[in-house]
Protein backbone atom coordinates (compact mmCIF):
# COMPACT_ATOMS: atom_id res chain seq x y z
CA UNK A 1 0.00 0.00 0.00
CA UNK A 2 1.21 4.05 -0.74
CA UNK A 3 -0.59 6.33 1.40
CA UNK A 4 -0.37 9.98 -0.96
CA UNK A 5 -1.28 13.18 0.81
CA UNK A 6 -1.07 16.18 -1.01
CA UNK A 7 -0.80 19.87 -0.30
CA UNK A 8 0.33 23.36 -1.69
CA UNK A 9 -2.91 23.85 -3.24
CA UNK A 10 -4.58 27.30 -2.92
CA UNK A 11 -6.28 30.89 -4.88
CA UNK A 12 -3.89 32.75 -7.10
CA UNK A 13 -4.52 35.34 -9.38
CA UNK A 14 -4.09 34.36 -13.31
CA UNK A 15 -0.47 34.87 -14.53
CA UNK A 16 0.70 33.46 -10.53
CA UNK A 17 2.46 30.34 -9.58
CA UNK A 18 1.68 27.42 -7.06
CA UNK A 19 4.05 24.65 -5.85
CA UNK A 20 2.08 21.16 -5.15
CA UNK A 21 3.96 18.40 -3.35
CA UNK A 22 2.36 14.89 -2.48
CA UNK A 23 3.84 13.70 0.05
CA UNK A 24 3.88 9.42 -0.12
CA UNK A 25 4.35 7.11 2.92
CA UNK A 26 4.19 3.11 2.88
CA UNK A 27 5.58 0.85 0.33
CA UNK A 28 9.31 1.86 -1.29
CA UNK A 29 8.36 5.27 -3.05
CA UNK A 30 11.36 5.06 -5.57
CA UNK A 31 9.34 1.92 -7.35
CA UNK A 32 6.74 4.17 -8.95
CA UNK A 33 6.03 6.67 -11.55
CA UNK A 34 3.99 9.43 -10.32
CA UNK A 35 1.45 11.13 -12.07
CA UNK A 36 -0.68 14.02 -11.31
CA UNK A 37 -4.08 14.84 -12.60
CA UNK A 38 -6.94 17.43 -12.25
CA UNK A 39 -10.61 17.50 -12.47
CA UNK A 40 -12.96 20.60 -13.11
CA UNK A 41 -16.19 20.74 -11.69
CA UNK A 42 -18.49 18.87 -14.06
CA UNK A 43 -15.20 16.96 -16.11
CA UNK A 44 -13.74 14.06 -16.48
CA UNK A 45 -10.21 13.48 -14.42
CA UNK A 46 -7.76 14.65 -16.85
CA UNK A 47 -4.51 14.16 -17.45
CA UNK A 48 -1.34 16.97 -16.34
CA UNK A 49 1.97 15.21 -16.46
CA UNK A 50 3.37 12.13 -15.21
CA UNK A 51 7.24 10.71 -13.85
CA UNK A 52 8.91 7.93 -13.79
CA UNK A 53 10.62 6.40 -10.76
CA UNK A 54 13.85 7.93 -11.97
CA UNK A 55 12.84 11.52 -12.79
CA UNK A 56 14.82 10.59 -15.84
CA UNK A 57 11.76 10.98 -18.06
CA UNK A 58 8.47 13.13 -17.99
CA UNK A 59 5.50 13.80 -19.78
CA UNK A 60 2.71 16.07 -20.25
CA UNK A 61 -0.63 17.23 -21.20
CA UNK A 62 -0.36 19.86 -23.78
CA UNK A 63 -2.03 22.31 -22.09
CA UNK A 64 0.55 22.75 -19.81
CA UNK A 65 3.78 21.96 -21.84
CA UNK A 66 6.33 24.97 -20.83
CA UNK A 67 4.51 26.08 -18.15
CA UNK A 68 4.54 22.98 -15.36
CA UNK A 69 7.28 21.23 -14.17
CA UNK A 70 7.16 17.92 -12.28
CA UNK A 71 10.20 16.86 -9.89
CA UNK A 72 10.69 14.27 -7.43
CA UNK A 73 12.96 13.76 -4.36
CA UNK A 74 13.04 9.92 -3.60
CA UNK A 75 15.15 10.72 -0.71
CA UNK A 76 11.97 12.95 0.74
CA UNK A 77 9.71 10.13 -0.75
CA UNK A 78 7.78 13.72 -2.53
CA UNK A 79 6.49 14.54 -5.68
CA UNK A 80 5.96 18.28 -7.14
CA UNK A 81 4.19 20.06 -9.64
CA UNK A 82 5.21 23.55 -10.14
CA UNK A 83 2.98 25.51 -11.67
CA UNK A 84 3.54 28.54 -13.39
CA UNK A 85 1.54 31.32 -15.86
CA UNK A 86 -1.51 29.97 -14.20
CA UNK A 87 -4.35 30.41 -15.92
CA UNK A 88 -8.73 30.48 -15.06
CA UNK A 89 -8.77 27.10 -16.62
CA UNK A 90 -6.68 26.28 -14.66
CA UNK A 91 -8.94 25.93 -11.63
CA UNK A 92 -9.10 22.01 -10.66
CA UNK A 93 -8.98 19.75 -7.58
CA UNK A 94 -5.28 18.32 -8.05
CA UNK A 95 -4.45 14.64 -7.69
CA UNK A 96 -1.50 12.78 -7.34
CA UNK A 97 -1.42 9.83 -8.26
CA UNK A 98 1.47 6.34 -8.11
CA UNK A 99 1.91 3.10 -10.27
CA UNK A 100 4.34 0.37 -10.16
CA UNK A 101 3.88 -0.84 -13.69
CA UNK A 102 2.22 2.18 -15.96
CA UNK A 103 4.23 5.18 -17.25
CA UNK A 104 1.68 7.55 -18.96
CA UNK A 105 -1.65 9.76 -19.27
CA UNK A 106 -4.39 7.18 -18.77
CA UNK A 107 -6.03 7.34 -15.41
CA UNK A 108 -6.88 3.49 -14.62
CA UNK A 109 -3.38 2.00 -14.49
CA UNK A 110 -2.63 4.24 -11.64
CA UNK A 111 -3.32 1.98 -8.53
CA UNK A 112 -2.92 4.87 -5.57
CA UNK A 113 -4.61 8.28 -5.41
CA UNK A 114 -4.35 11.05 -3.26
CA UNK A 115 -7.48 12.88 -1.87
CA UNK A 116 -6.68 15.50 -3.46
CA UNK A 117 -6.48 19.70 -3.50
CA UNK A 118 -7.87 22.84 -4.66
CA UNK A 119 -6.36 25.32 -7.08
CA UNK A 120 -8.75 28.34 -7.51
CA UNK A 121 -6.88 30.34 -10.33
CA UNK A 122 -9.01 33.96 -10.40
CA UNK A 123 -8.94 36.35 -13.35
Known amino acids: QVQLVESGGGLVQAGGSLRLSCAAS????????MGWFRQAPGKERAFVAT????????IYADSVKGRFTISRDNAKNTVYLQMNSLKPEDTAVYYCAASERYYGGRVDPYEYWGQGTQVTVSS
Open 51 to 58: ITWSGGST
Open 26 to 33: GRTFSRYS
